[in-house]
């Protein structure tokens, strides 16, 4: 489980309380025009992307899983 990613030696030095109290400063915040501001973000446009890239649907019996959802 998690104990397992917070013991790797990659996170020695992360404080993980910190994180669970939102009290850690992100490394890098982007400057943004106004709340709906998106351009740090790719233009991407799924009309242009070939039919045979796009996400295909699901099988009925992929769909089935999510019946109670």
Same mark, same amino acid.
Request: glycine share 2%.
């Given at each position: 489980? *998690? @104990? %397992?990613? +917070?013991?790797?030696?990659?996170? !020695? *030095? #992360? %404080?993980?309380? @910190?994180?669970?109290?939102?009290?850690?400063?992100? =490394?890098? &915040? =982007? @400057?943004l025009? *106004? =709340?709906? /501001? &998106?351009?740090?973000?790719?233009?991407? %446009? /799924?009309?242009? $992307?070939? =039919? *045979?890239? @796009?996400? +295909?649907?699901? $099988? !009925?019996?992929?769909?089935?899983? #999510?019946? /109670? #959802?």
């Amino acid at each position: 489980g *998690d @104990k %397992d990613i +917070r013991q790797h030696e990659w996170f !020695a *030095d #992360f %404080d993980f309380d @910190k994180l669970l109290k939102k009290e850690l400063e992100a =490394p890098w &915040v =982007p @400057k943004l025009k *106004d =709340p709906l /501001d &998106v351009s740090n973000f790719d233009d991407w %446009d /799924d009309e242009d $992307t070939p =039919p *045979d890239e @796009k996400q +295909r649907s699901l $099988t !009925a019996e992929e769909q089935e899983h #999510f019946k /109670d #959802f």
